[in-house]
């Protein structure tokens, strides 16, 4: 079987730190997910302990795994070599906790699977979980070591009851790896089919997300896109925990053909610095994408005046690169061309010329490239990266060697004098603008700004006197009485004059 996965953690919306850890080992088939508990960074000191402990015991009895693989007949030796790593992790976080009073009781859950033959061979310590997904069923392989548990089976409490209890009471466990010093673990093996997905996840995912949306999430065309929509749909619940999930599909080997068609590619692929920071799962999504082009002794693959449909990288043979009858350079296996043209459209510049027969090159179109943006943006940003980096040592390249070091300082697109700013949009008030009931406004007459004034008479001389404005009139309230008019004949009372401010307005500053 081919064996595929996807992987994400993520801190969630609440917690300062990540005390989950997970582990893949593609060579051992060997998938891990654990959960810390504890305070001081207890929890994630346990929980990466706790991933290593586990592989370093599995590494050391590698030799089960291949005779099971031989022999197939008897599981139980595979499934004890698993509950004896999960004991190995215990006994280190315990004796690190003796040693250390400040991660003394830390512990992590653990949720192990390892793939061989046809079976998956489980061991689980806490409330982390192990889903698998057959025919768009999602089943829970894993038992939560929790209260919640053990109320719903001794009490026989309904999912009701249980949501009702105190969030403290529902994320209380009843076993920990690296606690006590010693741990009772669950192991046991389930069979596997072509297209079953597992998930391990901890209960930052699980317990925020219904199990139906779950195996919606699981089940997602694009699985290097699975575990990172699990995680977004964790955080748009409320992110209260850490978040981990583990992506795993089983689908059938590849067929002679499919090999003859990708492996060519792949080792390419992974010889050119444009793919070094794409994993093994997103670099097969991106050369299933890929369009392979034969090449005949002297055919042009494209002329100077050509548009670039994409990005160009030699599989086999020799490519010329002619400018005006005269010859440039010459591409050979593994060389790349035309990158940019996945991000702008412009013409070759040049003709490439297949100098020998049996030659070929694969063509990553710009218009699947903005697919990927759409589709699997990270995948895509990685690409965009690794163009923007090889563009850039290019251009220092021909910038020592031609001696145009200007290049490297100076943007010949940059524009000489800077736009002029938008003009500010003048803000009309409506005719009548009701007024807030109960809130009283400030005038609408503009206050002057602090001054400075000379120092009266037996002040300080040098001090900086400032002349705050006086506070502004308050209106009342719309429905207060008004004054009645001046009575007909006489004048309206007089304003007083202005005074200046009080002393206790004026602050000196030292």
Same mark, same amino acid.
């Given at each position: 079987?081919?064996?595929?996965? +996807?992987?994400?953690?993520?801190?969630?919306?609440?917690?300062?730190?990540?005390?989950?850890?997970?582990?893949?080992?593609?060579?051992?088939?060997?998938?891990?997910?654990?959960?810390?508990?504890?305070?001081?960074?207890?929890?994630?000191?346990?929980?990466?302990?706790?991933?290593?402990?586990?592989?370093?015991?599995?590494?050391?009895?590698?030799?089960?795994?291949?005779?099971?693989?031989?022999?197939?007949?008897?599981?139980?030796?595979?499934?004890?070599?698993?509950? /004896?790593?999960?004991?190995?992790?215990?006994?280190?976080?315990?004796?690190?906790?003796?040693?250390?009073?400040?991660?003394?009781?830390?512990?992590?859950?653990?949720?192990?699977?390892?793939?061989?033959?046809?079976?998956?061979?489980?061991?689980?310590?806490?409330?982390?979980?192990?889903?698998?997904?057959?025919?768009?069923?999602?089943?829970?392989?894993? /038992?939560?070591?929790?209260? %919640?548990?053990?109320?719903?089976?001794?009490?026989?409490?309904?999912?009701?009851?249980?949501?009702?209890?105190?969030?403290?009471?529902?994320?209380?466990?009843?076993?920990?790896?690296?606690?006590?010093?010693?741990?009772?673990?669950?192991?046991?093996?389930?069979?596997?089919?072509?297209?079953?997905?597992?998930?391990?996840?901890?209960?930052?995912?699980?317990?925020?997300?219904?199990?139906?949306?779950?195996?919606?999430?699981?089940?997602?065309?694009?699985?290097?896109?699975?575990?990172?929509?699990? $995680?977004?749909?964790?955080?748009?619940?409320?992110?209260?925990?850490?978040?981990?999930?583990?992506?795993?599909?089983?689908?059938?080997?590849?067929?002679? /053909?499919?090999?003859?068609?990708?492996?060519?590619?792949?080792?390419?692929?992974?010889?050119?610095?444009?793919?070094?920071?794409?994993?093994?799962?997103?670099?097969?999504?991106?050369?299933?994408?890929?369009?392979?082009?034969?090449?005949?002794?002297?055919?042009?693959?494209?002329?100077?005046?050509?548009?670039?449909?994409?990005?160009? $990288? %030699?599989?086999?043979?020799?490519?010329?690169?002619?400018?005006?009858?005269?010859?440039?350079?010459?591409?050979?296996? +593994?060389?790349?061309?035309?990158?940019?043209?996945?991000?702008?459209?412009?013409?070759?510049?040049?003709?490439?010329?297949?100098?020998?027969?049996?030659?070929?090159?694969?063509?990553?179109?710009?218009?699947?490239?903005?697919?990927?943006?759409?589709?699997?943006?990270?995948?895509?940003?990685?690409?965009?990266?690794?163009?923007?980096?090889?563009?850039?040592?290019?251009?220092?390249?021909?910038?020592?060697?031609?001696?145009?070091?200007?290049?490297?300082?100076?943007?010949?697109?940059?524009?000489?004098?800077?736009?002029?700013?938008?003009?500010?949009?003048?803000?009309?008030?409506?005719?009548?603008?009701?007024?807030?009931?109960?809130?009283?406004?400030?005038?609408?007459?503009?206050?002057?700004?602090?001054?400075?004034?000379?120092?009266?008479?037996?002040?300080?001389?040098?001090?900086?006197?400032?002349?705050?404005?006086?506070?502004?009139?308050?209106?009342?309230?719309?429905?207060?009485?008004?004054?009645?008019?001046?009575?007909?004949?006489?004048?309206?009372?007089?304003?007083?004059?202005?005074?200046?401010?009080?002393?206790?307005?004026?602050?000196?500053?030292?």
């Amino acid at each position: 079987l081919t064996v595929l996965f +996807s992987a994400r953690t993520d801190t969630g919306q609440v917690r300062a730190s990540n005390e989950d850890n997970f582990l893949v080992d593609r060579r051992l088939r060997l998938y891990v997910v654990c959960d810390g508990l504890g305070g001081h960074h207890g929890g994630e000191i346990a929980s990466a302990t706790a991933v290593n402990a586990v592989r370093e015991a599995v590494l050391a009895r590698r030799d089960v795994i291949e005779r099971y693989e031989r022999t197939r007949d008897d599981p139980g030796p595979l499934t004890e070599l698993l509950g /004896e790593a999960v004991q190995a992790a215990n006994r280190k976080i315990f004796e690190r906790g003796k040693d250390d009073v400040g991660q003394r009781r830390m512990g992590t859950t653990v949720s192990v699977m390892l793939l061989a033959g046809e079976r998956a061979f489980i061991a689980h310590v806490g409330d982390t979980r192990i889903y698998r997904l057959r025919d768009g069923l999602l089943l829970q392989l894993t /038992e939560d070591h929790s209260l %919640v548990t053990e109320m719903r089976r001794g009490m026989y409490m309904t999912r009701e009851q249980i949501d009702a209890l105190d969030g403290r009471l529902k994320n209380q466990i009843t076993r920990a790896v690296g606690v006590n010093e010693t741990v009772a673990v669950d192991t046991f093996s389930v069979d596997v089919e072509i297209d079953d997905r597992f998930l391990l996840c901890s209960d930052g995912l699980h317990g925020l997300v219904p199990e139906d949306e779950l195996g919606e999430l699981v089940g997602h065309p694009e699985l290097v896109e699975a575990s990172s929509r699990l $995680v977004d749909r964790a955080n748009a619940a409320g992110g209260r925990d850490n978040i981990t999930a583990i992506v795993v599909e089983l689908s059938a080997p590849l067929t002679p /053909e499919g090999h003859h068609r990708i492996w060519p590619i792949y080792e390419v692929a992974r010889t050119s610095s444009l793919f070094q920071g794409l994993a093994d799962l997103e670099l097969a999504t991106v050369i299933e994408r890929v369009q392979v082009l034969p090449l005949q002794a002297g055919e042009a693959l494209v002329r100077d005046t050509s548009p670039l449909p994409g990005l160009f $990288v %030699v599989l086999d043979g020799e490519l010329q690169v002619l400018r005006q009858a005269e010859l440039i350079t010459t591409l050979r296996r +593994s060389d790349f061309f035309a990158e940019d043209a996945m991000l702008i459209e412009r013409s070759a510049g040049a003709t490439l010329i297949a100098s020998s027969a049996g030659g070929s090159v694969a063509l990553l179109e710009r218009r699947v490239f903005e697919d990927l943006m759409r589709t699997m943006p990270n995948v895509a940003l990685k690409l965009a990266l690794a163009v923007g980096r090889a563009l850039a040592r290019k251009v220092e390249a021909s910038a020592r060697e031609g001696g145009h070091m200007r290049l490297l300082y100076k943007d010949p697109g940059a524009m000489t004098r800077p736009l002029p700013r938008p003009a500010k949009a003048k803000r009309v008030l409506a005719d009548t603008e009701p007024e807030p009931l109960g809130r009283p406004q400030l005038d609408a007459t503009p206050t002057p700004t602090a001054v400075l004034r000379r120092p009266r008479a037996g002040e300080r001389r040098g001090a900086n006197l400032i002349t705050h404005p006086a506070i502004p009139v308050l209106r009342g309230h719309p429905s207060a009485p008004e004054q009645p008019p001046p009575a007909a004949g006489t004048a309206p009372p007089a304003s007083p004059p202005d005074e200046p401010p009080a002393d206790d307005s004026e602050v000196q500053e030292p």
